[in-house]
């Protein structure tokens, strides 16, 4: 099992798709890691010889990416800025909303979780 910034890239995939299991590192960086350190991206990732496997984290450190932990403290820290200002994105973070202006009358489920019931409440009658 070949492990490039920390992560276990997938024995089966291509290496092109399995970089992509590392955070930050999306379809056209992967693409562009493996024509820089000329390996083929249809080679699998059970048969990447270690020397490959170097040059990809060389290209990394080369283009100085920041990925993985690096990365999820990065945006961490920015959302917690955010917050801690006051800002209106920091209060659409903190109530869990969508923070770019999408709608939330409908849709927005993914931010806002599983529908809740709404329980109509029982009418009184007036003699």
Same mark, same amino acid.
């Given at each position: 099992?070949?492990?490039? /910034?920390?992560?276990?890239?997938? /024995?089966?995939?291509h290496i092109v798709?399995?970089? =992509? ?13 493996? &024509? ?5 991206? /249809?080679?699998?990732?059970?048969d990447l010889t &270690?020397?490959?496997?170097? /040059? ?15 990365? =999820? #403290? &990065?945006t961490t820290m920015?959302?917690? #800025?955010?917050?801690? %200002? !006051?800002?209106?994105?920091? !209060?659409?973070?903190?109530? !869990?909303?969508?923070? =770019? !202006?999408? #709608?939330?009358?409908?849709?927005? =489920? %993914? #931010?806002?979780?599983?529908? @809740? @019931?709404?329980?109509?409440?029982? &009418? %009184?009658?007036?003699?």
């Amino acid at each position: 099992m070949t492990r490039i /910034a920390g992560v276990n890239i997938p /024995a089966t995939k291509h290496i092109v798709v399995g970089l =992509r299991a590392i955070y930050g590192v999306g379809p056209t960086l992967a693409r562009l890691l493996c &024509e820089k350190a000329n390996v083929n991206g /249809a080679t699998k990732g059970k048969d990447l010889t &270690e020397a490959q496997a170097e /040059a990809i984290r060389q290209m990394i450190a080369q283009l100085k990416l920041v990925v993985e932990g690096d990365l =999820r #403290r &990065e945006t961490t820290m920015n959302i917690k #800025r955010l917050v801690d %200002t !006051g800002s209106y994105r920091g !209060g659409r973070h903190k109530k !869990g909303l969508p923070v =770019r !202006g999408q #709608r939330t009358r409908t849709n927005a =489920r %993914t #931010r806002k979780g599983r529908a @809740k @019931k709404v329980i109509k409440a029982k &009418e %009184t009658t007036k003699d």
